[in-house]
């Protein structure tokens, strides 16, 4: 089956510390996107990437990082850098051009909590 | 100034009957498009129906319709026949810029929540 895997679904951390959150895509879309949503709100970009080895910064960029080494992988780092990490992060794809909507495709998602 | 704007952060509704979500956008680019994703308990984003700023129709997907008033600025998702399942929060977005444009970017709504009571 096609889809989008987001691993782990819950994922504890010390204060101080990297954590490198999982996506994986079977779905051979081109482009990629890291959201974080907290409690009662929308969903914020934080990064997103369009081909293999480019990415962008989206809304609240600082204190994450990314890389795009393969079609299907797009794993977002949370650095010590990030002031409130605690928040549910989804992963999306989706294809580019002009023959589909566009919609995005989301993974489970990965509850982070910071400790 | 919010880019979407969902008024309505609770709804009710009873089973079988239909309910009306709002959504009102703001966008000076002709070209955009609007999306309707379900988002259960569980977390994952399900996406439910598109509307393109030059359809002609509004977008129907079984049970939803998207009741689309381009003078208002307005995309309201409408669940006919509730089903007890349907209890999830709602999100509009809009994506600015034609589908083939670079512009991959979506702009999120806060959400309606909706509960359906047997």
């Known amino acids: 089956d096609g889809g989008i895997t987001q691993s782990p679904k819950y994922l504890f951390r010390k204060e101080g510390q990297n954590v490198t959150l999982s996506c994986e895509q079977n779905l051979n879309h081109d482009a990629m996107y890291w959201y974080r949503q907290d409690p009662g709100q929308g969903l914020r970009l934080i990064y997103y990437s369009q081909i293999v080895n480019d990415f962008q910064k989206g809304d609240i960029a600082e204190g994450y990082s990314v890389s795009r080494e393969k079609k299907e992988s797009f794993p977002l780092t949370v650095t010590s850098a990030q002031k409130n990490p605690t928040a549910f992060y989804l992963c999306?794809?989706?294809?580019?051009?002009?023959?589909?909507?566009?919609?995005?495709?989301f993974g489970p998602g990965t509850r982070l909590t910071v400790l | 100034a919010q880019k979407i704007t969902q008024t309505q952060p609770g709804m009710f509704v009873q089973e079988k009957e239909a309910v009306t979500l709002d959504c009102t956008y703001d966008t000076s680019d002709p070209s955009y498009g609007l999306f309707w994703y379900k988002q259960p308990s569980s977390g994952e984003m399900i996406f439910l129906i598109y509307q393109g700023s030059y359809d002609q129709q509004n977008a129907t997907e079984g049970r939803y319709s998207l009741n689309f008033q381009k003078a208002r600025k307005s995309a309201n998702l409408v669940i006919s026949a509730s089903q007890l399942g349907d209890s999830a929060m709602y999100f509009c977005?809009?994506?600015?810029?034609?589908?083939?444009?670079?512009?991959?970017?979506?702009?999120w709504g806060l959400g309606t929540s909706l509960a359906v009571n047997p």
């Open positions: 977005a809009m994506r600015e810029g034609p589908r083939a444009g670079n512009n991959r970017k979506l702009i």
């Open positions: 999306a794809s989706s294809i580019v051009g002009a023959s589909s909507y566009n919609e995005q495709f």
